[in-house]
């Protein structure tokens, strides 16, 4: 059983920021209860409770060898990998053109293009999204259908479940969380404001040492461990 854990950033049409994420951690079941083990001993490690959650806005001078310790922790953990959907250009978005109807239904149409490359045939998978408002129980449903459908997987055998969660009953999610705002500080330009947030300016240079041409440039479909997907909106 792998279980993929999935959040998004920017993702209103009207929000006021340029580019639009959605992001993903996939692990496998089997290995779940020790990753949550290890990052909860990180945070006692650097005096955090380990009800402390991990998250982008949350990255500060005071919390950044924990936010560092966290990141290199994803770099060199083999049971964990992301991918995300970088939507570069909001305002290039023309939902009529291309008969998305609207905003939210394109919204679960970017959800598609994140999950469908993240799922094989040879294993079974339960998904996890982040509760947000935009983000309702039957539209989650609606999604497993046309992921399933896509994959003939008629009966769920393959994609068993997906459900909303809480990000603070997950280290997982919450890692996703932190990963995808790092990509999204660099994408929607705070990365070469130099006002912007020194601390998150070091966590994106800590995922450069490893990732910066997959984050600047995107990934192919399928790229191990740091896979992302930069989608050009044209208008």
Same mark, same amino acid.
């Given at each position: ?86 939507? &570069? ?21 970017a959800y598609f293009y994140l999950l469908d490359a993240m799922i094989g045939y040879s294993e079974e998978y339960r998904i996890f999204i982040d509760i ?25 055998e393959v994609i068993r479940d997906i459900q909303q969660i809480k990000s603070n009953e997950s280290e997982i999610l919450q890692l996703t969380d932190l ?20 601390? &998150? ?8 040492? &490893? ?13 191990? &461990? ?9 208008k």
């Amino acid at each position: 059983m792998i279980n993929i854990y999935c959040d998004e950033s920017c993702h209103l049409e009207h929000d006021k920021a340029k580019a639009m994420l959605l992001g993903a951690i996939s692990c496998s079941e089997s290995e779940k209860s020790r990753i949550y083990s290890e990052i909860r001993a990180i945070k006692e490690r650097h005096s955090l409770s380990t009800w402390n959650e991990i998250k982008w806005t949350s990255v500060s001078p005071s919390k950044l060898s924990f936010y560092i310790e966290i990141i290199d922790y994803f770099i060199n953990e083999p049971a964990l990998s992301f991918r995300a959907v970088v939507a &570069k250009d909001k305002s290039n978005l023309n939902h009529e053109k291309y008969n998305q109807g609207s905003h939210d239904l394109w919204y679960y149409k970017a959800y598609f293009y994140l999950l469908d490359a993240m799922i094989g045939y040879s294993e079974e998978y339960r998904i996890f999204i982040d509760i947000k408002d935009t983000c309702g129980g039957t539209k989650v449903k609606k999604l497993q259908e046309v992921l399933c459908n896509n994959k003939y997987d008629f009966k769920h055998e393959v994609i068993r479940d997906i459900q909303q969660i809480k990000s603070n009953e997950s280290e997982i999610l919450q890692l996703t969380d932190l990963i995808m705002g790092a990509i999204g500080f660099y994408h929607n330009d705070h990365y070469s404001n130099p006002h912007s947030s020194q601390a &998150k300016k070091a966590i994106v240079n800590k995922l450069f040492e &490893k990732y910066k041409t997959s984050i600047i440039r995107g990934t192919y479909r399928g790229t191990s &461990k740091m896979d992302i997907f930069l989608w050009k909106l044209v208008k």
